[in-house]
């Protein structure tokens, strides 16, 4: 199992230049997220997914897109660049919970963004 | 809204030494709570988990007591190897309004390990 794939794992954008960050899992899991990691921060949620065709903002949504045609896929679009989105973006995905059970989410290896 | 708070880094410790990590929480619900471990240049991996009061979570040498009447999943291992300095997250999903069973997470805690 290759587990959650994020591609690319490091990108130099100018401001206002726009892209896609990708995101596959082959795990078959309903429950997919994009958050961003900042210097003493912690993660925060950019947006989510709880299966194919559902998507819902997180706490920092704006300047992001996110669509889900598929469950294995969840890329994210930034539309036009800003200095602001330049951290490291991770994707995770999870399968929904059974019952009290909650099993957690599968983090991807990031992607370093660095918008110039 | 939810919210997890966990003491400040870096933590410097000698090989072989005792761990304690700090994390208290806030939540509406009934949270779920986890750790998660990111090496340098990695991602997030699952450390440990706890989903209901008084469950322990264990893992690698770490564990951690679900407290709800502190509202604390305080992590702690015996005594820690160079390889496990790392940064250290503590999160709770809270699952009462909470679609996807989102994370809510600390801000980390740098773990520094020396021989």
């Known amino acids: 199992n290759a587990g959650v794939t994020q591609t690319p794992k490091f990108q130099v954008l100018k401001t206002g230049q726009s892209m896609t960050l990708q995101c596959a899992q082959d795990?078959?899991?309903?429950?997919m997220s994009w958050y961003r990691q900042d210097p003493g921060m912690g993660l925060r949620l950019i947006h989510y997914?709880?299966?194919?065709?559902?998507?819902d903002q997180g706490e920092v949504p704006n300047g992001y897109n996110v669509s889900r045609s598929t469950t294995e896929d969840f890329p994210l679009r930034l539309l036009s660049a800003a200095p602001s989105q330049t951290s490291v973006y991770f994707c995770?995905?999870?399968?929904?919970?059974?019952?009290?059970?909650?099993?957690?989410?599968?983090f991807g290896s990031g992607t370093r963004l660095t918008v110039v | 809204g939810d919210s997890v708070t966990q003491m400040e880094g870096p933590v410097t410790l000698s090989e072989e030494a005792f761990l304690t990590i700090n994390c208290t929480y806030t939540?509406?619900?009934?949270?779920?709570l986890f750790w998660y471990v990111q090496y340098p240049g990695e991602g997030l991996q699952l450390l440990l988990k706890?989903?209901?009061?008084?469950d322990k979570g264990s893992n690698k040498g770490f564990e951690a007591t679900y407290r709800k009447e502190t509202t604390s999943f305080h992590l702690e291992k015996g005594s820690v190897q160079v390889s496990d300095s790392a940064v250290y997250f503590c999160?709770?999903?809270?699952?009462?309004?909470?679609?996807?069973?989102?994370?809510?997470f600390g801000g980390g805690t740098r773990l520094m390990v020396k021989p």
């Open positions: 995770a995905s999870s399968p929904p919970t059974g019952g009290l059970v909650n099993y957690g989410y599968t």
């Open positions: 795990m078959n899991h309903e429950y």
């Open positions: 997914s709880v299966g194919a065709g559902i998507t």
């Open positions: 939540a509406t619900g009934y949270p779920s």
């Open positions: 706890a989903t209901k009061a008084d």
């Open positions: 999160a709770l999903s809270d699952g009462g309004n909470n679609a996807g069973n989102m994370l809510t």
